[in-house]
Every structure is written in C-alpha cells, then in structure tokens.
C-alpha cells in the first residue's frame, strides 16, 4: 500500500507576502541549477536580484514537471497563456527561447 506523506509547512509573514518577478535567470553547474529571480520595471535599466532557489538537477526536473501539470490545468480552465515579449527585453538575447528569462550555466 503506497500512501501519501502529508508534510507539516510553516509559512511566515514575509514569506507569505510574496514577491513579484518578471525576470528569472536560470544556470546550472554538473550538481545543480540556480533560479535567480528579479523584477525589471520600465524605464530603469538595472533590475536587481531579490531570490535565489538552487536546486539539485532531480528537483529541478520535478519542478518543471509540476510547473507544466499546473499550467495545463491552468489553461484549460482559464484558456491559453499567450506569450508577449516585454518592451524592456525586445532588443534582447536572441539566444533565449523565452524572453524575461536567461538560459546559461553556473
């Protein structure tokens, strides 16, 4: 019989807050990946970094895994998710596939 462990999660104030991010710069080294989260906002040509997650390549792995379950369930109760490239990263890096967010290694 496989049964599901509930997990006990505290949550904080500030923590619960949140914060807002329109840019994540993602890299990885052979052990791990570094999700580095900012918000650039118009006009202001720095954006400084507000969160770091590292992950092992595994929970990195889980990660986009569940992210693409939630975004599925997403759009089919809300509808598709159109992608628009922000003002601030038009004349960006053509080597990303997804603007507002970097791809590189650590």
Do not use: C
């Amino acid at each position: 019989m496989n049964k599901k462990q509930e997990l006990d999660l505290e949550l904080n104030e500030n923590v619960a807050q949140g914060r807002y991010a329109n840019l994540a710069i993602i890299s990885h080294s052979a052990s791990e990946f570094v999700v580095d989260f900012a918000a650039m906002m118009p006009g202001v040509p720095k954006a400084r970094i507000h969160s770091r997650v590292i992950l092992t390549p595994e929970h990195a792995k889980r990660l986009l895994m569940s992210l693409q379950d939630n975004i599925t369930r997403y759009e089919s109760n809300v509808g598709r998710i159109e992608l628009v490239t922000p003002a601030w990263a038009a004349d960006g890096d053509e080597e990303s596939p997804t603007p507002g967010f970097s791809i590189g290694e650590a």
